[in-house]
């Protein structure tokens, strides 16, 4: 575990063991109660990926972090941790006003409210309506929407950005979305890209 506050690291415990019972509840749910009850998991990136980004964005020193899909706020907090240490700031989009609450309630908790912008609102309308331009994207909401979300927040990004995106690998079922977005990446020849193998699988590219 990298050094990180007490109050951060508390949270992040609370979460952990959140995403341990999750689990083992899920394995008990048959495919459809699991969609039904989609909306009660946190869905997170994982330990893995929470602590990649943290580092990540810590040492290429982003300070406009967008993050598209909020859920109940874990990867917010590994984003808004780098943000508080770059002088930045993370602007999380999210459509559910109750997870937006539960994920601003976790970053008062862990002292990083401040550094965090929470959107409530559909993500199309809000990378839309954004007049900020972003060094650091994840991309990790409904896999529908990553190809609308990233021609919108393209001509956004500034030279130099990283971009990533999660569940490239993992689950199958989102394999074809997975597939056209690291196509829509290498087709604009505007990245370096590469596909890591760690939690779901996190497509990070790199704006020339
Ligand atoms: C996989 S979860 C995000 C997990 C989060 N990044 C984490 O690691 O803790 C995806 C989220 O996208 C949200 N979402 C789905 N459609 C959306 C939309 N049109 N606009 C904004 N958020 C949306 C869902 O409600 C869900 O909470």
Redesign the pocket.
């Known amino acids: 575990m990298i050094k990180i506050d007490n109050k951060i690291e508390n949270v992040l415990a609370e979460y952990h063991q959140r995403i341990e019972a999750e689990d083992i509840l899920v394995q008990t749910l048959s495919h459809e109660e699991r969609n039904q009850r989609l ?1 009660e998991f ?4 994982g330990e893995e990926v ?1 602590m990649f980004i943290n580092n990540l964005a810590k040492s290429a020193n982003s300070n406009t972090i967008l ?10 907090i590994w984003l808004a941790e780098a943000a508080k240490a770059n002088g930045g700031k993370v602007i999380t ?4 006003p109750e ?1 937006a609450a539960y994920a601003r309630q976790k970053a008062e908790d862990a002292g990083l409210a401040e550094f965090i912008d929470f959107r409530v ?4 309308e ?1 990378i839309t309506n954004a007049t900020e331009t972003f060094d650091f994207v ?1 991309v ?3 896999k529908e ?1 990553y190809l609308p979300c990233f021609d919108l927040f393209f001509p956004k990004l500034k030279t130099g950005a990283w971009v990533l995106a ?2 490239m690998i993992f689950p199958p079922h989102s394999l074809p979305e997975a597939i056209a977005y690291r196509n829509r990446i290498r087709e604009t020849n505007a990245f370096d890209t590469v596909l890591m193998p760690i939690g779901s699988g996190i497509e990070v590219s790199f704006l020339k």
């Open positions: 909306n946190l869905l997170p990136v929470g993050e598209i899909g909020t859920s109940y706020g874990y990867s917010t989009l999210e459509i559910s997870k609102g559909d993500a199309i809000s994840l990790d909401v409904w929407l999660d569940n």
